[in-house]
């Protein structure tokens, strides 16, 4: 086990350094750099305001130059700007060397966990990172629990009843709530019992309210529970299909194994037969993916939903980077949540041994 834990890690470097490059040329190649944006926002307000928007170096910028006769075909937007403008923002921004020398430059940080400052909020992106990260890990750790708290029991009614009525009923309602996205559940929710049209129980947007500190501990219970009601419930209802059918097809390929058969044979009761011998081979591959299902849950299933919501999680983090070109935050983000992801593959190997010891991954091929 040790031998694979050690190859496991060695191949995620390069794992990892691959999936940073394809995302650094597809980041690099879309339109509408940083440049761009603070070009637009030029094109509405001063040079001093502009400055405000480009980090630390602003007052520079502001002595820069404003609007000229040169031109700077290079960038969208910069006709009619002062060239010396437009090289101090590509000094700034980092971009006054070569793309290869920027990636090199960006992988030998990030592998000191140093990734760098937002270029729009004056901040490092570590510290943003961490302020945002409890918003999330809250959406994920009640999602991926109610998740598994449903779909499990689901599954093994299903399984134990399949083909009856409950079974074909209780499937249509698994099949839309796979079909259907869980934004779209978010929206629906938030028409029907957020002021939107019909009811107003739940607030609109935010994880807690305005007075939060000043409420008592049960009143920040309350609160925190009434404010996160609608986004988890809008996460569970789009993520526990796959996982309710995972269940009952790997209790049905269990019942059918020849052990419970003779289990049958002997005379024990369907019970026992169930949870005594069915369960733990029948669980294996729903448990072992729990790390799996919590970062999914963590670092994708929740974008949209913060979006929302209005939830100042990594989610909402991370689209008002893409939308702004953040590259530093977009980039630091990437690779921390890349870097989880492939680590919990690892997790996830290691718990279908504490699962059922009879594993070994010592002659499998990696």
């Not at 901040?123 to 990260?133: D, G, N, P, T």
């Not at 839309?176 to 129980?201: E, K, Q, T």
């Not at 970062?295 to 893409?322: K, N």
């Amino acid at each position: 086990m040790l031998a694979y834990i050690a190859r496991r890690l060695i191949l995620l470097l390069p794992t990892l350094l691959g999936i940073m490059l394809l995302n650094f040329v597809v980041i690099h190649a879309a339109p509408g750099g940083p440049i761009e944006q603070v070009l637009a926002r030029f094109r509405d307000t001063d040079v001093s305001a502009t400055a405000r928007f480009s980090g630390g170096g602003g007052g520079e910028l502001a002595r820069g130059g404003g609007p000229g006769g040169g031109a700077a075909s290079k960038y969208r937007g910069a006709r009619g700007v002062d060239p010396a403008f437009i090289a101090e923002l590509e000094r700034e921004f980092g971009f006054d060397r070569p793309a290869h020398e920027r990636f090199l430059h960006m992988v030998g940080k990030f592998l000191r966990f140093d990734f760098g400052d937002s270029f729009f909020r004056d901040r490092s992106v570590a510290s943003l990172v961490i302020e945002k990260m409890p918003v999330s890990i809250s959406l994920g750790v009640w999602t991926t629990l109610l998740v598994y708290l449903i779909s499990i029991p689901l599954g093994i009614a299903k399984a134990v009843r399949d083909g009856s009525r409950f079974d074909v009923w209780s499937s249509s309602v698994v099949i839309v709530g796979n079909a259907i996205p869980s934004f779209l559940f978010a929206i629906l929710l938030i028409v029907l019992f957020a002021g939107g049209r019909y009811f107003d129980w739940f607030p609109l947007r935010g994880l807690v309210s305005s007075d939060f500190e000043q409420l008592s501990l049960l009143g920040k219970v309350r609160d925190y529970l009434w404010h996160i009601t609608l986004p988890v419930l809008s996460m569970v209802i789009g993520g526990f299909a796959g996982l309710t059918m995972l269940t009952k097809n790997s209790f049905l390929d269990q019942i059918g194994q020849q052990y419970v058969l003779t289990a049958r044979a002997k005379g024990l009761p369907e019970r026992r037969v169930l949870y005594g011998h069915v369960f733990r081979n029948a669980m294996l591959i729903v448990i072992a993916g729990f790390p799996g299902a919590f970062v999914g849950m963590l670092f994708t299933g929740s974008l949209l939903t913060e979006v929302i919501f209005s939830l100042d999680g990594v989610g909402l983090l991370g689209f008002e980077a893409a939308i702004n070109r953040d590259y530093p935050v977009m980039f630091g983000t990437l690779y921390f949540f890349t870097l989880v992801g492939l680590l919990m593959r690892l997790v996830e190997d290691l718990t279908y041994v504490l699962v059922d010891p009879r594993i070994d991954f010592e002659s499998r091929e990696t």
